[in-house]
């Protein structure tokens, strides 16, 4: 159980620091991407730990994964150039 969620917490950190890395200009402030891909893997791997028991690891960290990239997905803000602006602005 300690290892799925140490596990779960650093696949969540890591892909929200591969997110930060590879967007910046779309994520909001890097502590608040970071503290969500760590929630998000937390939160994935109690998610799928509940719903099919223990000892299946690596499906676990998969739901992990999974759940961590929905929830930083959540926070990409559109780009600038297809941003459209209104005719009365």
């Known amino acids: ?3 799925e969620a140490f596990g779960s ?3 969540g950190l890591a892909l929200a620091w ?3 890395y590879r967007l910046p200009h779309r994520l909001p ?3 608040l991407v ?3 891909g ?7 791997a109690f998610l799928t730990h ?3 028991g ?3 690891f690596l499906v676990i960290l998969a739901g992990a994964v999974a759940v961590s990239a929905a929830l930083l997905s959540l926070l990409l803000r559109p780009e600038e150039r297809f941003r459209r602006r209104s005719a009365t602005a």
């Open 1 to 3: 159980m300690f290892l």
């Open 9 to 11: 917490a650093l696949l």
């Open 18 to 20: 591969a997110a930060s």
């Open 29 to 31: 402030a890097r502590s």
């Open 34 to 36: 970071l503290s969500t």
């Open 38 to 44: 760590v929630a998000g893997g937390l939160f994935g």
């Open 50 to 52: 509940t719903a099919l």
């Open 54 to 56: 223990s000892g299946h």
